[in-house]
């Protein structure tokens, strides 16, 4: 299978949850729990941490060499074309699947069909599953070519550009080639990310009920945990 490059974008320096990728969920941290069910999708032959400079991130940085993990420090805090750019510069291959630091049941089954929609298109810029939103929020992902980030990065100066380079990625489907994945059932009204204070007693309860060493549970398993406990429409 073709070569597949990780990264997960992830900084400590949030201002509504600050550290909350090093947060502890059973026993582990959050970011410990997105490596792990990123590592089990097929063909993901590198997992990069790409932070920024801010001494805050130290900690997670601390992880992911602990983890064996590649990790990028980009200078500027919204540079994301540069930071995805810079992450994947000594990885060989040209498929980048990107994930968001705050997303802990990030499905290895979800992103396995994002990245076999990309791998079987084998020209397309982007793949996700957020052109038309039908899973939760918090189970999102975008396959990227290596060929695309790097216009972006060398083209794009002005700043909001530049933070959101995925999204003008996406919504140029004349320049480049942009595929939606979509799931089965519109699950879209339901957030699962950790974006709100709240959102933390949240997810400590799923993963307490859920999480057992060595195993993940998925997009099926939490949505039977948070039906049968009334806990669905949290928020």
Same mark, same amino acid.
Request: proline share 5%; net charge negative.
């Given at each position: 299978?073709?070569?597949?490059?990780?990264?997960?974008?992830?900084?400590?320096?949030?201002?509504?949850?600050?550290?909350?990728?090093?947060?502890?969920?059973?026993?582990?941290?959050?970011?410990?729990?997105?490596?792990?069910?990123?590592?089990?999708?097929?063909?993901?032959?590198?997992?990069?941490?790409?932070?920024?400079?801010?001494?805050?991130?130290?900690?997670?940085?601390?992880?992911?060499?602990?983890?064996?993990?590649?990790?990028?420090?980009?200078?500027?805090?919204? #540079?994301?074309?540069? &930071?995805?750019?810079? *992450?994947?510069?000594?990885?060989?291959?040209?498929?980048?699947? @990107? $994930?968001? %630091?705050?997303?802990?049941?990030?499905?290895?089954?979800?992103?396995?069909?994002?990245?076999?929609?990309?791998?079987?298109?084998?020209?397309?810029?982007?793949?996700?599953?957020?052109?038309?939103?039908?899973?939760?929020?918090?189970?999102?992902?975008?396959?990227?070519?290596?060929?695309?980030?790097?216009?972006?990065?060398?083209?794009?100066? #002005?700043?909001?550009? &530049?933070?959101?380079? *995925?999204?003008?990625?996406?919504?140029?489907?004349?320049?480049? @080639? $942009?595929? %939606?994945?979509?799931?089965?059932?519109?699950?879209?009204?339901?957030?699962?990310?950790?974006?709100?204070?709240?959102?933390?007693?949240?997810?400590?309860?799923?993963?307490?009920?859920?999480?057992?060493?060595?195993?993940?549970?998925?997009?099926?398993?939490?949505?039977?945990?948070?039906?049968?406990?009334?806990?669905?429409?949290?928020?």
């Amino acid at each position: 299978m073709t070569n597949i490059i990780c990264v997960i974008q992830a900084r400590m320096g949030s201002s509504r949850v600050p550290g909350k990728a090093m947060l502890d969920l059973a026993g582990k941290p959050l970011l410990w729990h997105m490596i792990d069910r990123v590592r089990r999708v097929e063909g993901v032959t590198d997992v990069v941490l790409a932070t920024t400079q801010d001494p805050r991130n130290q900690p997670m940085i601390e992880l992911a060499a602990q983890e064996g993990l590649k990790y990028h420090c980009q200078p500027g805090e919204d #540079d994301i074309a540069g &930071r995805i750019a810079g *992450a994947i510069k000594n990885c060989p291959g040209d498929i980048v699947l @990107k $994930v968001g %630091g705050d997303c802990p049941l990030i499905d290895p089954e979800v992103l396995q069909k994002i990245v076999n929609t990309a791998v079987a298109a084998g020209d397309a810029d982007f793949v996700s599953n957020r052109l038309d939103w039908s899973y939760p929020l918090g189970l999102s992902a975008d396959v990227l070519s290596r060929k695309a980030i790097e216009w972006c990065d060398e083209n794009f100066t #002005d700043a909001e550009d &530049r933070e959101l380079f *995925a999204v003008r990625i996406r919504d140029n489907p004349d320049r480049f @080639k $942009v595929i %939606g994945v979509v799931n089965d059932v519109d699950l879209s009204r339901h957030g699962w990310t950790v974006d709100e204070p709240k959102d933390v007693g949240f997810m400590r309860d799923i993963f307490d009920h859920l999480y057992r060493k060595g195993e993940v549970f998925g997009m099926a398993e939490t949505l039977a945990y948070l039906t049968a406990s009334g806990k669905l429409d949290h928020g």
